[in-house]
């Protein structure tokens, strides 16, 4: 109910303003550096900390809810997508920029019911900038409404898109090679290091469309959401409807836009989560 969804939005904002206090004191720390799924794949101990607070908190909270978190999945925990209450959780997305002080690090974490995400909540602590969305409700950048762009034309876009972690050469190709056609037909390419904060980039009409292979549910479930309040449109880059575990989203301020991106892709495939 709605009243429920009140109480699970103002719960997860406490939560995260206390965890927002561990990115913070670890952003200007000495950190451990460990590798995962390949030697650009980063993480710290305070990934794995702040995951720690956020699930031990909400758990507190709403014992029967259930969990999805990066670091419990990079530690061998099984991603469950089901019905009930699950809460999305990355507790470092940037932890790249984490570790290089670049300052676009975000807590993203949504709450899905029925496997539809009804609360998206994405904070840098380092900027202290809060987008926040409730399904229905809007999106809201430091409790101000945002907009997306409204842009349809390609040629006067500003897009953001990755390279991402992984290092196989065939999926660098393809990313480079989106990249390469992009460039040719917009105003400029960006590359902040962070699914979660380009998702809240196009909600707020900074950029006018993000796409990325190779992310996982928790990069851009919060994301999707506050982009879709914010007005703009999100969907699987090969033009179908967005799928949470497929790995892959466009978001772009217009309809129009997707329909102008998603023929230039070369789609790159990878396992569900
Ligand atoms: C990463 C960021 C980055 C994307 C990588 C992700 P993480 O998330 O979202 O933008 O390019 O593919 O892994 O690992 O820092 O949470």
Redesign the pocket.
């Known amino acids: 109910t709605e009243k429920e969804i009140e109480i699970y939005y103002n719960t997860v904002l406490d939560i995260v303003s206390l965890a927002g206090k561990v990115v913070n004191a670890g952003f200007s720390a000495a950190k451990r550096i460990e590798t ?1 799924a390949s030697a650009a ?3 710290t101990e305070f ?1 794995q900390r702040v995951e720690e607070i956020l699930i031990k908190h909400l758990q507190e909270k709403f014992p029967t809810h259930k969990f999805i978190g ?1 670091e419990s999945s990079s530690a061998g925990v099984q991603t469950v997508f089901g019905d009930d209450p699950t809460w999305i959780i ?9 570790v290089h002080g670049f300052p676009f ?1 975000a807590i ?1 974490i949504a709450l899905a019911i029925n496997k539809q995400v009804v609360i998206g909540v994405i904070y840098n602590p380092v900027l202290d900038l809060l987008y926040t969305a409730i399904h229905g409700k809007g999106a809201y950048r430091n409790g101000r409404p945002i907009k997306s762009s409204g842009q349809t034309d390609l040629a006067l876009s500003q897009v953001a898109g ?5 290092r196989e050469p065939e999926v660098l190709t393809a990313k480079c090679q989106n990249l390469r056609v992009i460039i040719e037909k917009v105003h400029s390419i960006r ?8 998702l809240c980039l196009v909600a707020e009409g900074s950029c006018d469309a993000y796409f ?1 292979y ?3 549910i ?3 479930a919060a994301g999707d959401l506050i982009a879709r309040e914010a007005g703009a449109y999100t969907c699987d880059p090969s033009g179908g409807p967005l799928n949470l575990l497929h790995r892959c989203i466009l978001c772009t301020a217009t309809k129009k836009l997707a329909e102008q991106i998603s023929p230039l892709l070369t789609h790159v495939n990878f396992p569900d989560d």
Do not use: C, Q, R
Not at 90 to 98: A, E, K, L, R, Y
């Open positions: 995962k794949d980063l993480v990934d990066e990355d507790p470092i997305d940037g932890t790249t920029n984490f690090v993203s990755e390279y991402g972690s992984s590359a902040i290091g962070s699914a979660a904060m380009n990325e190779g992310i996982h928790w990069d851009y």
